[in-house]
């Protein structure tokens, strides 16, 4: 695995979410280590892509457990998690409706990596693999259970680190909404399986 | 004679590059600059260039925020279905390469109105294809459905699917066409809806009392002073001003005066451009009233703020398209002809503006309210926004959509039923079981 550079330029905006905070500490704290050298330095991408999953997927499992599992109909039953939840006033996002919402806030602030949600047993067709690194990455991770998957490819003229992570089913309501869902091309799966995977890619 | 030829030539060009410069940067009229005629929603502002070109060579990205600028919050609102974040991820790098969903313009090219369709989309009907290629194998419904169909027949929008996506086709299926006791939403108190400290009544009628009508005029009633619209108040406007216009109404109400600026009638004023006139527009309006101004009095007659007035009566003195001609003879001029006599309660009335200028929740200084929204656009295009804030009230989700669906329909001022069923709900349900 070749060592690059990665050089994040992230804007100082309250509120930022707590990947792309990690992100620039870590790169400040690199530089930092850095001085006086004159070789380049910064983060390996696997121990950046690694630490970003880290918070992604502390983040995705605290909403499901702390708030929709607490909140919704299973608990106090005070907040709806649907696919439409703007409409009603008091619905709250899926699971996997919150981190998409996350990849896309973190993509107004930065450019300097971008993640996703994909499986390839999909409920929005648009999440299933697109690239033949996606597809790869998902299949490793679904044929080879807690492990990651790494790889470079290069989409539209830039090369990117792509890191493919196990998506698991952590809490009942993952699985028995899944299963049961009209869209979903597995009805199945296991409380602790892999249900997809988080790609994260950086530009090098 | 070489060098003088150069000498003519660079002279020339100086010249002819100069008058452009000249043109660009402190012109007046810059009606030479067009490159062609501007989209139907934007032709009245086509000469307010730096509306868009907010520099004289604006990129991309330039003409991407003046699109936001004056769009992103209808979009918002929308819960726009392809939001610009939804194609920043690389994975979508092969997609953008054909379509690049990241811009407006790429989809609505402005000064190209013979290549525009509906919607002031500048690309041929079956756009969704380059995404949704693959739709046939995901949904049974939709194997031999032409791609030029999917937002042209009733089912789909790009930006706007609030009241066609599935779950809400599902869970408004059936009912009756009509609903009994269908009324509008009651407006919310005037108060309420306008930003103004009202004075005390009492002293104001008798400070006026000698003034003519003055105890049956509505502003006077709601504590509002003379000098409040008409100046001649020392400490602000000590001027009097004989015929208060739009810069005086919009101080009290507000979002009257935002949704009046976005929409046909304000939106050449909220650019600085002279004040829209029917005769500059491409619908077909009567000639009497060619050259009437577009402003707060042209719907709302001085002193006379009867709403039910403004409501039909005005739009009716202006628009002469056969919609607009067709409405008094409708089901809904109708209710409305049966309200004005007596017969029906105000909310049962249906009018031009129940449709085009529709009663919308809104939250003002914190509390929830009905109040109009007179942006006439906003409810307009697509149509299909109109289902939710409008048709809903009193028909069912079924005849909304066949009625929008049907351009025949729409002509007659929906006088009969619509001639096709979109089959959407079937579907859906379908789907659901």
């Known amino acids: 695995m070749k060592t690059k550079v990665v050089n994040l330029a992230v804007p100082q905006v309250s509120g930022l979410r707590r990947v792309a905070a990690l992100a620039g500490g870590l790169t400040l704290a690199v530089a930092l280590s850095g001085c006086g050298s004159s070789e380049p330095t910064g983060i390996a991408p696997k121990k950046y892509t690694d630490s970003l999953f880290a918070v992604m997927k502390a983040d995705r499992t605290n909403y499901t457990k702390l708030v929709v599992a607490r909140l919704g109909p299973n608990g106090a039953g005070v907040v709806k998690p649907v696919e439409h939840w703007q409409d009603i006033p008091d619905g709250t996002p899926l699971p996997a409706q919150m981190f998409r919402a996350g990849a896309e806030a973190v993509s107004e602030l930065t450019d300097e990596f971008t993640y996703s949600l994909q499986s390839i047993w999909p409920i929005n067709a648009q999440n299933k693999p697109k690239t033949e690194m996606e597809k790869k990455g998902l299949e490793y991770i679904a044929a080879n259970p807690g492990e990651n998957f790494y790889g470079e490819e290069k989409l539209g003229g830039v090369t990117y680190f792509t890191a493919v992570y196990p998506d698991v089913a952590v809490a009942e309501a993952c699985v028995t909404c899944h299963n049961e869902h009209k869209d979903s091309p597995k009805s199945d799966f296991k409380l602790g399986e892999v249900m997809g995977g988080v790609v994260i890619r950086v530009p090098l | ?433």
């Not at chain 2, 260039?49 to 003409?63: K, N, S």
Request: aromatic share 6%.
């Open chain 2, 1 to 433: 004679m070489k060098s003088l030829t150069w000498a003519i030539w660079i002279v020339l060009t100086l010249l002819l590059a100069g008058f452009y410069v000249w043109k660009i940067t402190a012109a007046e009229d810059k009606s030479d600059l067009l490159i062609g005629a501007a989209t139907h929603g934007h032709y009245q502002i086509e000469l307010a260039c730096d509306a868009c070109h907010t520099e004289a060579f604006v990129g991309t990205e330039g003409l991407q925020q003046a699109c936001e600028g004056c769009h992103a919050a209808e979009l918002k609102e929308a819960l726009d279905s392809h939001p610009q974040k939804k194609f920043t991820d690389p994975r979508n790098a092969d997609r953008i390469e054909i379509l690049d969903a990241r811009y407006c313009v790429s989809c609505h090219t402005e000064h190209n109105l013979e290549k525009t369709q509906s919607m002031g989309v500048t690309l041929p009907d079956d756009y969704c294809y380059h995404c949704h290629q693959n739709i046939d194998e995901e949904r049974e419904s939709h194997q031999n459905l032409a791609f030029d169909s999917c937002a042209s027949a009733g089912c789909h929008n790009y930006h706007d699917n609030r009241a066609l996506y599935e779950n809400f086709l599902v869970e408004h299926a059936g009912g009756e066409w009509l609903k009994t006791n269908a009324v509008m939403p009651s407006l919310s108190e005037v108060k309420q809806r306008v930003d103004y400290t009202p004075e005390a009544v009492a002293s104001l009628q008798e400070k006026f009392a000698d003034i003519p009508h003055a105890a049956d005029d509505k502003h006077l009633q709601a504590g509002v002073s003379c000098s409040a619209c008409h100046g001649a108040d020392a400490s602000s406007s000590p001027q009097w001003q004989p015929a208060p216009g739009f810069e005086a109404c919009q101080n009290c109400h507000v979002k009257e005066a935002e949704g009046f600026q976005l929409g046909r009638h304000g939106m050449r004023s909220a650019q600085n451009l002279e004040a829209m006139r029917p005769e500059m527009a491409r619908l077909a309006f009567k000639a009497d009233a060619a050259s009437q101004v577009q402003d707060c009095h042209s719907c709302h007659q001085a002193h006379d703020y009867d709403t039910r007035q403004a409501a039909v009566e005005s739009c009716l003195q202006c628009h002469d398209d056969t919609h607009s001609r067709n409405f008094m003879d409708s089901p809904h001029g109708a209710l409305y002809q049966a309200s004005m006599a007596g017969h029906l309660p105000a909310e049962q009335a249906i009018t031009c503006a129940s449709c085009h200028l529709p009663r919308v929740e809104d939250k003002i200084r914190g509390v929830s309210v009905v109040r109009v929204e007179h942006n006439q656009n906003h409810v307009l295009r697509p149509n299909e926004k109109m289902i939710r804030a409008v048709c809903m009230n009193c028909h069912n989700l079924e005849f909304a959509i066949d009625a929008l669906a049907d351009p025949a329909l729409i002509e007659s001022n929906f006088k009969g039923r619509p001639s096709q069923h979109i089959p959407s709900i079937d579907w859906a349900l379908k789907r659901a079981k």
